[in-house]
Structures are given as structure tokens and as C-alpha cells.
T-cell receptor, first 114, second 114 residues
Framework: DADVTQTPRNRITKTGKRIMLECSQT?????MYWYRQDPGLGLRLIYY???????NKGEISDGYSVSRQAQAKFSLSLESAIPNQTALYFC?????????????FGSGTQLSVL | AQSVAQPEDQVNVAEGNPLTVKCTYS??????LFWYVQYPNRGLQFLLK??????LVKGSYGFEAEFNKSQTSFHLKKPSALVSDSALYFC????????????FGTGTRLTVIP
């Protein structure tokens, strides 16, 4: 079983729709992250959470919101989806007790906004 | 600000030949540097990291990376490439002191030709 699970794997939606991407982890890590990947741009950080009560904006948070429902769950919402949010979205986790920032990634959610 | 640059979008190498994937960095303070690999339809996987100590870092799958402070580089290397090494490779640097997120490069696609 995957340690970091993202649902759905693929999603097609229309402009203006609200959509939620979900992430759950069984690694027991306290820190969770949402990245988006665009061809030629690499990965860019959207939001990150160091614990349930700690949410932080990343490089490109506009148009997105997040919720850390529990230590193991971190969801990303697009309140009103637009076509330039079409991308591959990754959830990642890390353990603050570790000496370094080693991230563990889910398999990604491919989102297409028409 | 922390950043990394990967100057090559694509690297082609013949199977059995040595490979190098280039990365340069810009940081304030001591650099914490990472390499990740992404296989098709998968999330990123950790390969290796440099925190301090020896300039030659060994990682997974026979990869190693050489940290060069004077050239601000952290190139990924492997003595003998395998077809199965074909993937997308990302260099990353840790955020500012106290942060625990990573800033990724734009990625380099490695193709190993049989």
C-alpha cells in the first residue's frame, strides 16, 4: 500500500467549478505539502502545513485553499477552477524529527480544467 | 532567496557510458541540496542529499553527486548508465533557515539509449 495516497488520480472539470483534491498518509509524518508540476517549470509549492494548526502559503497560493483535517489528511481546494490550473498536483510529507527535509510524494493527481 | 537551476532540459547518453545531470544553486547560508527522480506516472523519489561533510555524496541506484562550493554546483553522476535510469530528474534546495520546504529546479529528462 502506498504511504502517501492521493485521490482522485485524474480529474476533468469545467471552468468555475469547485474541486477538492485529497491526500492521506500512513507515514506518521507531521508535515504535509501541496505542489503543482507544469512542463518546463518544475514543481512549485502551493501550501504547506507543519501540523494541524499550522498552515502556510507557498509560492503560488492564489486561487487555492487547503484544509488539514487531521495529521494524516491534507486537502487542496480550487474554489473556482480556471484553465491555467490544469497541472499535475502532488502531495508530499516529511518528518520534522528528521535532520533534513526529505520529502515523500504521492503518485499525483492530473487535473484538467476545460 | 534559495533557488536551483538545471541548464539542460534533456540529456541523452548511451547505455554503459557515464552520465552527468547538471545543477547549480543560489542560497543564503549553508546549502541543503537534494536530487529526486520521477519515473512515468509516479511521484518523485528521493535519490540523495548533501548537508555537510564529504563533497561526493552517494545515493540510491548507484547515483552520486558532487558538491562544488566554488562553482555553486551539485551535479548528479553515474559511472555507467542503464536504460532503466531514463526518467525526469530534479535538483532541489531547502528553503530559508527555519523553513522545511524545498525549491525545485525545472527538471532534466534523461534518456539512456540502448
Amino acid at each position: 500500500d502506498a504511504d502517501v495516497t492521493q485521490t482522485p488520480r485524474n480529474r476533468i472539470t469545467k471552468t468555475g467549478k469547485r474541486i477538492m483534491l485529497e491526500c492521506s498518509q500512513t507515514k506518521g509524518h507531521d508535515r504535509m505539502y501541496w505542489y503543482r508540476q507544469d512542463p518546463g517549470l518544475g514543481l512549485r509549492l502551493i501550501y504547506y502545513s507543519f501540523d494541524v494548526k499550522d498552515i502556510n502559503k507557498g509560492e503560488i497560493s492564489d486561487g487555492y485553499s487547503v484544509s488539514r483535517q487531521a495529521q494524516a489528511k491534507f486537502s487542496l481546494s480550487l474554489e473556482s477552477a480556471i484553465p491555467n490550473q490544469t497541472a499535475l498536483y502532488f502531495c508530499a510529507t516529511s518528518d520534522s524529527r528528521g535532520a533534513t527535509t526529505k520529502l515523500f510524494f504521492g503518485s499525483g493527481t492530473q487535473l484538467s480544467v476545460l | 532567496a534559495q533557488s536551483v537551476a538545471q541548464p539542460e532540459d534533456q540529456v541523452n547518453v548511451a547505455e554503459g557510458n557515464p552520465l552527468t545531470v547538471k545543477c547549480t544553486y543560489s542560497v543564503s547560508g549553508n546549502p541543503y541540496l537534494f536530487w529526486y527522480v520521477q519515473y512515468p506516472n509516479r511521484g518523485l523519489q528521493f535519490l540523495l542529499k548533501y548537508i555537510t561533510g564529504d563533497n561526493l555524496v552517494k545515493g540510491s541506484y548507484g547515483f552520486e553527486a558532487e558538491f562544488n562550493k566554488s562553482q555553486t554546483s551539485f551535479h548528479l553522476k553515474k559511472p555507467s548508465a542503464l536504460v532503466s535510469d531514463s526518467a525526469l530528474y530534479f535538483c532541489a534546495v531547502r528553503g530559508p533557515t527555519g523553513a522545511n520546504n524545498l525549491f525545485f529546479g525545472t527538471g532534466t529528462r534523461l534518456t539512456v539509449i540502448p
